[in-house]
């Protein structure tokens, strides 16, 4: 698996948590920033990961600023991406399993480190179920390919 990851200002120390777990897996990534504390615009982080993914270059994307809020709705817009805005184990789990979720966001002002840890680990582990959610995102990727 190859992963890119990214966050605004938001998001830097949650990032470093995440690419410290990804080290620990043996998973492959690549860091596309920021490397700041001032203010930058998510959409400038959100949605080259997007496009890595959608392209397939990266099979998943993990995307972090203060909510999530802001890099899910930009990551969202890229044809191909279904980002989901995490904050709990059991959505990390599942997004995964039902929704063939292909990038992550989480806000660091909403979770701590200890938790953005175990949602990524979760997330990156559990698979796609297939079976009856496979007809289901099937359904938004006919739609998306019809607009």
């Given amino acids: 698996m190859k992963v890119a990851i990214a966050s605004d200002h938001g998001g830097v120390n949650i990032r470093e948590e995440i690419k410290k777990l990804m080290d620990e897996l043996g998973i492959e990534y ?18 080259p990961v997007a496009e890595k993914v959608a392209s397939g270059e990266f099979d998943r994307g993990i995307l972090i600023c203060g909510t999530g809020i802001g890099m899910s709705i930009a990551a969202n817009k890229v044809k191909g991406i279904r980002c989901a805005l995490v904050h709990d184990v059991f ?19 909403v979770i701590g480190p200890g938790l953005a840890q175990e949602i990524a680990k979760t997330w990156l582990t559990a698979e796609f179920e297939g079976g009856r959610h496979a007809n289901r995102v099937g359904k938004i990727t006919e739609y998306e390919n019809q607009h």
């Fill in 30 to 47: 690549q860091d596309f920033g920021c490397e700041c504390g001032t203010s930058v615009d998510y959409p400038d982080y959100a949605l």
């Fill in 91 to 109: 959505t990390a789990r599942v997004t995964r399993e039902h929704n063939d979720s292909n990038i992550l966001a989480m806000g660091e002002r």
